[in-house]
């Protein structure tokens, strides 16, 4: 457990140390691929995003770690064994409620 927060700890770090460039990530057109290819950085802004929006408005503001890693890597999976389809859709196959 302590490993996963240092994790999460230090990839909030790394996101809030970001060169101060701006980058657009249109995440209704990212590929699987485009997510796997896309460096630390990207995954990381991907996944928060992920754990964010299916969450929705009406659970409580908690971050399981447990369940963020458990997610991130079935999202990881599904998208490495489908390259093609968009990070929505893969989102949506593997979070969808």
């Not at 790394?14 to 997510?35: G, N």
């Not at 460096?39 to 754990?51: A, E, F, H, N, R």
């Not at 490495?80 to 949506?92: C, D, H, L, Q, Y």
Request: glycine share 8%; net charge negative; charged share 20%.
């Amino acid at each position: 457990m302590k490993t996963t927060a240092s994790i999460l700890l230090a990839a909030a770090l790394a996101l809030s140390s970001a060169p101060a460039s701006a980058t657009v990530l249109d995440l209704s057109t990212m590929s699987c691929k485009q997510f796997v290819e896309g460096g630390d950085d990207t995954i990381k802004m991907v996944l928060v995003w992920m754990d964010g929006w299916y969450k929705g408005d009406s659970d409580e503001a908690i971050i399981d770690t447990d369940v963020f890693v458990e997610n991130a890597k079935k999202f990881g999976t599904y998208c490495g064994k489908n390259p093609t389809i968009s990070i929505v859709n893969a989102a949506e196959a593997v979070l969808g409620k």
